[in-house]
């Protein structure tokens, strides 16, 4: 996935990547692309690490996995006639761009690329959308494009905040990329 823009290029992450001088100003985000990303996606293989380069090299990443949700975890209005097993998602698990690049468009970009991920896994093999693991501080941005607040039962992360789930249904997104929007116009 390229994207012609300010030349930034979304790419897989790769195993010799230097994400050694990355920085977002949030540690836990920096701590997982610089140690665990590679060993998720290399070793364990339970995720899938993507990251925006420019000549200055790696501005941003984004790290999805597949997943599974039930109906009943979707508000009412989504629920629609879907059935009533788990349904297949792409879960957006963490996403950060670095503190020199932000502001700049570029996690609008990734998140951007992994909708069309989603609409290619829909194709592929089924997804009936995109959950994010929204940081408190990042619910307005996903709330902005589109994305509702659903209730998951996860774990306790004992100091650190809990992740809000937020829900962006498929026909949604493959709506939003059709149009060209920006990219998931808020629909509501």
Avoid at 8 to 15: A, F, G, M, T, Y
């Amino acid at each position: 996935m390229i994207s012609a823009e300010r030349e930034i290029r979304i790419r897989r992450l790769e195993s010799n990547d230097d994400r050694s001088g990355f920085r977002s100003w949030n540690i836990d985000l920096d701590r997982f692309f610089q140690r665990y990303a590679g060993q998720n996606q290399f070793r364990r293989h339970i995720g899938t690490t993507y990251v925006a380069t420019q000549t200055d090299g790696i501005t941003g990443f984004v790290t999805v996995s597949s997943g599974e949700m039930m109906t009943e975890e979707l508000p009412k209005p989504l629920r629609g006639r879907l059935p009533a097993y788990p349904l297949p998602i792409l879960r957006i698990a963490r996403l950060a761009v670095d503190e020199r690049f932000q502001g700049h468009g570029i996690g609008r970009l990734l998140l951007r690329a992994m909708l069309e991920l989603a609409l290619e896994m829909r194709d592929r093999v089924g997804c009936t959308g995109v959950v994010v693991d929204a940081k408190p501080g990042a619910i307005d941005f996903y709330s902005e494009l589109g994305f509702k607040v659903i209730d998951l039962v996860s774990g306790a992360l004992g100091d650190r905040p809990e992740p809000i789930a937020m829900f962006l249904p498929i026909r949604q997104i493959a709506a939003a990329v059709d149009e060209g929007s920006e990219p998931v116009a808020r629909r509501g």
